[in-house]
């Protein structure tokens, strides 16, 4: 309820669509709705941008996630923003348990906790704005309870590879990496401090197993997606500066500026940076951190993980602001290294504050509880006062970044329009362009480096033979077809962007004049020249999905071991550690 309640704004206007990047995830999901819908195939190839552009490739395809195929019944808009809702769900009720379970925060300060946290501006402007691979940053307080689980029950890892797997389904570029930062802090933290009263060698045990465990899956089943990402990052890096830094003031106004100019000296225009909490539940989390100086009690642990947490995901969001940052550190490693925005840390940091902000409303209601006469009747209605306040400050703040979707409505499938490319002046329709099957030279990617073919041409003809003609030619979604008659032999060019993955059943498939797709020694005479998008890597890695997913639902499934009821000890398989 709180997550329709929050992101309600975008339903106010249920089929117009969003602005900034949702563009380029609009388009991307009408590409494999087209692909399915209309030509029955599986969404690898999109003729419909940048005169031709891999999905499977994209490090940011959502379209290969259980939940795009769940919601497809209901058209792209909706089912993104009901895509967002269903995120914002599990990030509230996730944060609540964490809270709840983990930091053992009564029910009012937990829901705080997540309030906070799932209610920030970071989701706000991110995801308004079209970062919806940042959807699975709402996974966070989730993965972080399925780790802890695995600490105690090895069954679990299964649990938090499939949270993994997922983030990578979804297109969490940014999500799955900053995922593993977060399993790292908790995995020193488990070794740290005492997990269910075990010693340190039963820690280091727990936690190299469920390292162990978690990660061989996830790598296992996530190599449907890590080995196209892999190699596209090989043929398109993106290395990055990563040179932007950020005051404590400025870190300060992230929290409690509702409004801010939008560019504002950085590299980036503040939509980057909104993190907007309000006032009231920035100075609840500072008490928690001044109550969690405080090393004792029954939570000490627990306290000190709230410090280290902050302390350090926070750090990361100052930026490069010197050589020992742990921004700077860490973007000199692989992978990390082509993340270019340090302020994205703050969702991560925002949890660990959102969890501070819980402890102090904790600690001051269970303070009222313990006085005698009418102090202690002002407990629960002060909780419910201040939840009631931080949820209007959250909501005020935020909605105006959240209802931004004022874009024109998308169109139904054309289902009789035939393949042509269009004038790059019409670039701008390019989110209509897969269901009224027009092409366009205009390219807006994450992928750096990767550009349309110069050669491209406007108009209906698909293929242009040297040394013949084309009687005829037409194209899905992952395959071309031409009847093409030739003199002697010669080279037929398809009017789409090259790309490796072709295959060809005449000939030799190569890069053509300026870019194009190209079919080589093409033989004379008369030919049906059939080419079709097959990546190198979709069945190893299918394989690996297939494999993978078989592993989890082994892990997951694998029996308790039985205790015997005289002596307690384990009398069969493999159990809790």
Request: proline share 6%; hydrophobic share 45%; net charge positive.
């Amino acid at each position: 309820m709180a997550a329709f309640a929050y992101w309600s704004p975008a339903l106010w206007h249920l089929h117009e669509t969003g602005y900034g990047d949702w563009r380029v995830f609009h388009h991307q999901w009408e590409a494999a709705r087209v692909a399915l819908l209309r030509y029955g195939e599986f969404p690898l190839w999109d003729p419909w941008h940048c005169g031709g552009v891999f999905l499977f490739g994209d490090p940011q395809a959502q379209i290969y996630s259980p939940l795009y195929v769940a919601l497809l019944p209901f058209g792209t808009t909706v089912g993104l923003k009901l895509f967002v809702i269903l995120h914002a769900a599990a990030g509230f009720g996730g944060a609540y348990l964490l809270a709840r379970r983990e930091f053992r925060l009564e029910r009012i300060p937990a829901s705080l906790s997540a309030l906070v946290w799932a209610g920030s501006g970071f989701f706000a402007w991110h995801l308004s704005g079209g970062h919806a691979a940042f959807a699975p940053f709402y996974l966070a307080p989730l993965i972080v309870l399925a780790f802890r689980a695995s600490l105690l029950s090895w069954r679990a890892s299964a649990l938090l590879a499939g949270l993994m797997l997922l983030t990578l389904l979804e297109g969490g570029v940014y999500p799955f990496p900053l995922f593993v930062l977060l399993l790292v802090f908790e995995a020193c933290v488990a070794l740290l401090s005492s997990v269910d009263g075990a010693r340190l060698r039963t820690r280091i045990w727990r936690v190299l197993r469920a390292g162990a465990l978690s990660g061989g899956l996830t790598l296992l089943a996530g190599g449907f997606r890590l080995l196209p990402i892999l190699h596209t990052m090989q043929q398109y890096p993106r290395p990055t500066p990563g040179d932007d830094a950020l005051s404590l003031r400025e870190l300060l106004a992230m929290f409690v500026d509702a409004s801010h100019e939008y560019r504002f000296g950085h590299t980036f225009v503040w939509g980057e940076y909104g993190t907007y909490i309000g006032a009231l539940a920035f100075g609840l989390a500072a008490l928690g951190l001044l109550i969690c100086f405080v090393p004792r009690g029954r939570d000490a642990a627990n306290r000190g993980r709230i410090l280290a947490g902050c302390a350090l995901f926070l750090g990361f969001t100052l930026g490069a602001g010197g050589a020992l940052y742990p921004w700077t550190l860490l973007h000199h490693l692989p992978v990390w290294d082509s993340l270019r925005v340090p302020s994205r840390f703050v969702v991560l940091g925002s949890l660990y504050l959102a969890l501070a902000a819980g402890l102090a409303l904790d600690r001051v209601m269970r303070g009222l509880a313990r006085r005698p006469g009418w102090l202690r009747r002002t407990a629960t209605p002060l909780g419910l006062l201040t939840l009631g306040l931080v949820a209007a400050q959250l909501y005020v703040g935020n909605a105006a970044q959240i209802d931004r979707w004022r874009g024109a409505p998308l169109p139904e499938i054309d289902e009789s329009a035939s393949y042509r490319v269009v004038p790059a002046s019409r670039y701008g329709e390019w989110q209509s362009f897969p269901a009224k099957n027009l092409g366009n030279a205009g390219c807006y990617t994450g992928m750096e480096g990767y550009h349309t073919a110069r050669g491209l041409w406007v108009g209906p003809n698909l293929a242009r033979a040297r040394h013949g003609r084309v009687r005829s030619s037409e194209l899905t979604s992952s395959t071309l077809t031409a009847q093409v008659e030739l003199r002697r032999p010669g080279e037929v060019t398809f009017d789409q962007t090259w790309a490796p993955g072709w295959q060809t059943n005449i000939g030799e498939v190569a890069p053509g004049p300026r870019g194009l797709l190209s079919v080589r020694r093409v033989p004379e005479g008369s030919h049906e020249l059939r080419l079709r998008y097959r990546p190198m890597e979709l069945v190893p890695a299918s394989w690996l999905l297939g494999c993978g997913l078989l592993a989890m639902l082994v892990v997951g499934l694998w029996p308790r071991r039985k205790r015997s009821a005289r002596t307690g000890e384990s009398s069969a398989g493999a159990g809790t550690a």
